[in-house]
């Protein structure tokens, strides 16, 4: 059974990382589309329809069911078994951080589709590049638990 939460646990974690590296792709994008008048409005309205279907169809369901999943294992565990594992801390900060980002991919959606966006194609390629450095280092936690 603890198999099974772990290899879903990873398969939403996938499937979540792939919507927050893609979706500040298409914020990109978008902030070019718009930088200079006229503003293409059926490009407009294409890229708030990705967005919003990326964010809510893929990125927050597979959000909450790999948290929901990496709860369901840790229970498997036994919460107290990884007392004293300053490694899965260390993890549980970077979840925190990564769905701090999540947050950040919703306000700046909503920014778009109401025109209130103030950040350039450049902040958005800098932003995109935030939930790689979060994978890295959550997956070497994982795998090397070097504390």
């Not at 974690?13 to 919507?19: E, N």
């Not at 800098?126 to 070097?146: G, R, S």
Request: include cysteine.
């Amino acid at each position: 059974m603890l198999l099974w939460l772990k290899a879903f646990h990873i398969m939403f974690v996938v499937t979540w990382f792939a919507g927050l590296f893609y979706l500040p792709r298409l914020f990109v994008y978008h902030a070019e589309l718009l930088k200079t008048p006229p503003h293409d409005v059926l490009g407009h309205q294409r890229f708030c329809i990705m967005e919003r279907r990326l964010f809510w169809g893929i990125m927050t369901p597979s959000a909450v069911l790999a948290i929901l999943f990496g709860l369901l294992t840790w229970n498997a565990y036994g919460w107290l078994a990884f007392k004293g594992m300053g490694w899965l801390h260390a993890k549980l900060l970077l979840v925190g951080l990564v769905i701090g980002h999540h947050y950040l991919c919703h306000k700046y959606m909503l920014a778009f589709r109401n025109q209130a966006n103030t950040h350039s194609a450049t902040y958005f390629r800098f932003f995109n590049e935030f939930p790689v450095l979060i994978l890295v280092a959550t997956v070497l936690l994982v795998v090397l638990k070097p504390f």
